[in-house]
Every structure is written in C-alpha cells, then in structure tokens.
C-alpha cells in the first residue's frame, strides 16, 4: 500500500457519500443535520479530509444511504461470510433424505450460526 491510497480512499468514500447525499436529495446542511454532525463536518467527509463515525454511518444509512455504495468492500466481505453461513446451515438443515427441514427449523439455525460468529468475530 502506498502513502497515498489511504488518501484516495477516504476520497473516494467522500465522493460516494456526497453520491448518495445528493440520490437522497438532501443538502449537505439536511444531511449534516440529520447525522448529526455540523456541516463543516458534512463537507469535510465529503471531500476526504475526515472519516465519519459509526454513529454518524448508522444515521446515514436509517436516511436510506445504501452501505454497499458507501462501503463495498466491508459489504462484500459481509455478503461472502453470510453466503457461507448460509451453506454451511443448508448442510445442517437437511434430513437424512437430503430433504430441506422446515423453515423455522433453518431460521433458527441460520440465526444462531450468526450469533456464534458474531461472538466470535469479538
């Protein structure tokens, strides 16, 4: 990793996040507002010079900000380990004729296979 691509990345984030302000047809004093944060800060994420707070992502994303167009690679990496949760509980979750068990039995299942990884990821 070069010097300079921390800087490009919290440009790119910055650029995303205006994005996704603007699809949202808030201004930078609405969305600031909103997230709880002043303006300059607003401007400042925008244009790569700060990285917001996870509070402050929370907010954005209860506006409708969408995480996966914000952060893709944190969304990526989530989708592929939850894929592999998932298959790993289809294996569990089949009778001894290969059929799926009910859909409560799977919920359940798939539930607590990510409650042991979120424990486990601590």
Do not use: W
């Not at 302000?21 to 709880?36: P, T, V, Y």
């Amino acid at each position: 990793m070069t010097a300079t691509e921390p800087a490009n990345e919290k440009l790119e984030f910055g650029q995303r996040l205006a994005e996704e302000r603007k699809r949202l047809g808030l201004s930078q004093s609405a969305m600031a507002e909103a997230c709880g944060v002043k303006i300059v800060s607003q401007h400042h994420y925008e244009k790569g010079a700060r990285t917001p707070s996870i509070d402050y992502l929370i907010k954005a994303v209860e506006l409708g900000a969408r995480i996966e167009r914000l952060m893709p690679q944190l969304f990526e990496s989530f989708v592929a380990q939850l894929t592999a949760h998932y298959v790993d509980v289809d294996h569990q979750c089949r009778s001894e004729d290969g059929r799926l068990l009910d859909l409560e039995v799977r919920a359940s299942t798939f539930a607590k296979a990510l409650i042991k990884a979120s424990k486990d990821a601590e």
